[in-house]
């Protein structure tokens, strides 16, 4: 096991440099400097690139992002808050969208799991079709279409909740934007726990379970939902990442101060260094995520760990 | 038994899954991560508490959008419309713009200019900052030379070279030192400016946010974290910073009780909103959270019928650059008939429908006042107006010049959407009108577009150019040779000469004769067809009825609300 977890923090840590090499080489090849508005003179580009360390050899530069990317400092914003640090538009910023996002994940799961388990247990039933339903609508309906129908219904026509996030209530203003995020979650999860527990029921060890007269609780949270949930692990993590892309357009829409709209922006206004400031955090995540799938699938499917031929614990 | 201890673990597992996944996998400890945003919010969220309670007390809040955030707190660092709105309005310069766009004093109490236009002396009005320090002389001396100082290395450091500044070049190139700038303090309340050549527009760009004063002790104490808090921003305007963070989507201001004419000031305060989405911004201002709300170009038609729709003219000139190097484009006859060939009023109302309206000139209207006291303008007349006919007479005349029957150019375009529709609306009149010319549309980035000029590599370009100060020198002075956004390459000894006269010759001090010899330089720019104009651009704005007073200007700062009142 010990080796098995080992192997795969290497292969993260192999991908953050290579993600890091490619960061710097797109950033090399997008077109001039931050500062060339046409009203810069030629004599100030020059001071302003000397100041940035713009003006050095390509692998000074190189190795200077390294040292610096590694180490959590992620340089000065350009053109978005100009000179701010990026760690600092980070504090404020970061907590704000993991919250979001975990909110998202955490109610999607529940629902996606308890619509699947009772599509699968009441099998061809009418709340089998309501959740394919959701499931289909989750599924096709990009999120930002579904957060504008509840803006204009729930926020607009009905002033149920408000229509933009404020950070006087960071919790009421955040139930629109977390119920159009977790839309795909819960239609995923909801359509795999049904595939799943449906397969799982109809298998030999359940039939035998059923005989030996264990009681339908135990027999569907023990013996159905436990195997049925492994691969439903798996899916969570690209779910995750679902979520951080989805957040873009989420927190732009409802101008949720977060990762995701600084994203935006810094991608419509050339601030170069918080696009690559941001997209290593969201590759950082995304890898650290898919390592603690990974190392909790070996954890929990022993097959994993005999498959890759280790040792017994 | 080791079912239930197995199970038990496998729930713990998805537990530990999903709090990592809420916590992102990073290597920050998720419980300390919210519990500080969980302190910050609600740090921010009591002060902007306290600003609505301290403005109910004191006058109506005017909730006020933004596209999109302010970059920057930092008079000498900021450089878009956005910043400069919010740092206007907390901070005042020597003057300020009134209603009409004339210049008044703010900061000057008075001001003994020399004959010669050279030299300035400002006597500065007993005024305090929001500390409770006095605004002095040196506040100015410490701005000014942090908008030259290269380690400061301002976008906007060109700015005191136009306001005549003397050794302002030098200073920013590196070659002098700062304190060799032409501003100094011979006591606290006693500015001293010298410039190198007389500048006729001085007094309105003392209210542009470059010149902005900036306490240096303040400036000091506060180090990196400058302009980066209400706590790091000091005020002398007629507001304060009640809540701010860097890229904020929301920011609040109170009316400032230090203020020297707080008087007049009716609002208790602003709090502006930053919402990129239009339709989630309309929705916003239908539903009352907003007073005044800026449309998108397809959103003119669905309102503009309504009673609080206005029209406001905004100082942008699109035109486009012929490059004069290429073959054929050198031809004038050419020029004009391709300037002449596509319906400008069609582009304006049809395509556009956001109030821009045709632009028959080269120096767009209510940019700058005359000496005379009328829009510039008002006093001048129009050229390239759209003439099918006489385009079509021009072109066979080009025809025969050139020895050819048919020509083929590309126009490079921004890939906004409202560039590319007026693009391909010219495209298509162009080769209508002009039988034997072909024009090809290549679109990209703006930072491309750009780059593709200021290298000489395009034959024409669809561009644009925004008015930095109150006078037809902002677009005047690009045409000349050797200038670096003359991308035409176009050269004329006699226009060198008026644009040079009225820099630093004799007419520089001789208001009117200088205006004079301006229309003369525009009219013979357009007489060549140096640039083919198109549009200048207007904006749609949403104003909720009960809110008066906010001044709206094309140069410099764009919205003021020092005057704005809001009825309950």
Partial sequence: MKKYVLKRVLISAVTVLVILLVLFLMLELMPGSPFNDEKLTEAQKIVINAKYGLDKPILVRFGNYIASMLSGDFGVSYTISKNTPITTLLESRLPISLRLGGQAILIGTLIGLILGIVAALKHNTIYDTITTVISVIGVSLPSYVFAMALIYFLGFQWKWFPLLYQMKSPVFSSIMPTISLCMFTIATVARFTRTEMLEVLGSDYMLLAESKGINSFHLIFRHALRNALIPIITVLAPLVVGLMTGSLVIEKLFSIPGIGSLLVSAIQSNDYNVVVALSFIYSVMYIGIMLVVDILYGVIDPRIRLAKGDEHE | MKRTRQLASLFLAIVMLLSLTACGGTAAPGATASSESAA??????????????????????????????????????????????VIAAVTEGLYSIDAAGASIPAMAESVVKSADGMSYTFTLRDAKWSDGTAVTANDFVFAWRRLVDPAVASEYAFIAEIAGLKNAVAVSKGEMKTDQLGVSATDDKTLVVTLDTPVPFFDSLMAFPSFLPVNEAFFTAAGDKFGTSPETVLSNGPFMLTAYEPAATTITLAKSPTYWDAAKVSLGGLQYQVIKDSQQTMLSYQNGDLDLAALSGEQVEQFQADPEFRNIMAGYLWYISPNQKVKGLENVNLRKALALSYDKSAIAKNILKDGSIVADFAVPTLLATGPDGKDYRETTGKYLSTDKTKALEYWKAAQTELGVAELKYTMIVEDTESAINVAQFIQAEVQATLPGVILEIQTMPKKNRVERMQAGEFELCLTRWGPDYADPMTY????????????????????????????????????????????????????????????????????????EGVEFHSVGINRIFKNATKAK
């Fill in chain 2, 476 to 547: 005047l002075d690009m045409w000349i040779t050797g200038s670096p956004n003359n991308y035409g390459f176009w050269s004329n000894a006699e226009y060198d000469a008026i644009i040079a006269d009225a820099k630093k010759g004799k007419l520089a001090l001789d208001l009117a004769a200088r205006w004079e010899a301006l229309k003369k330089a525009e009219t013979i720019v357009m007489d060549e067809a140096v640039i083919l104009p198109v549009y200048q651009k207007g904006d749609a704005v949403m104003i909720k009825t009960g809110v």
């Fill in chain 2, 40 to 85: 910050s919010e609600s740090a921010s969220a009591s002060a902007s508490t306290e600003a609505t309670e301290a403005a109910k007390a004191d006058g109506p809040v005017l909730n006020v959008h933004f596209d999109v955030e302010v970059a920057s707190m930092d008079p000498q660092i900021a450089t878009d419309g956005t910043s400069f709105e």
